[in-house]
């Protein structure tokens, strides 16, 4: 790394930074590099391959990964509806239909 490198002319305004990207660089599966839409573990910080990975637990820690939240390098991705939003919709749907199922009831009796 050249003396012209940010971490070096910075000094010790990013201290924390600097401290912090050398663990991650430690984390299980960093060294060995990976994909481009890696994620990695809550708890270990270890890559997890994004595209073939099928299992519900870090390959390093096994430590569960929940299936809607993903972290990347620099954020953290909800990538899928949660459980709670699915009920609440389908609840929705149901009065929605349960209404329509009535008026369509009133109208045949109505018409008949
Ligand atoms: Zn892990």
Known sequence: M?????????GERNRDAIDYYRERSKAPGVAEGGDARNFYCMECDGVIPWDDFEGHACPHCGAAIDGNTRRYFNWVEIDRTPASDRTALFLALGIALAILGGVVGIAVLVLN
């Open 2 to 10: 050249s003396e012209h490198h940010w971490s070096k002319t910075r």
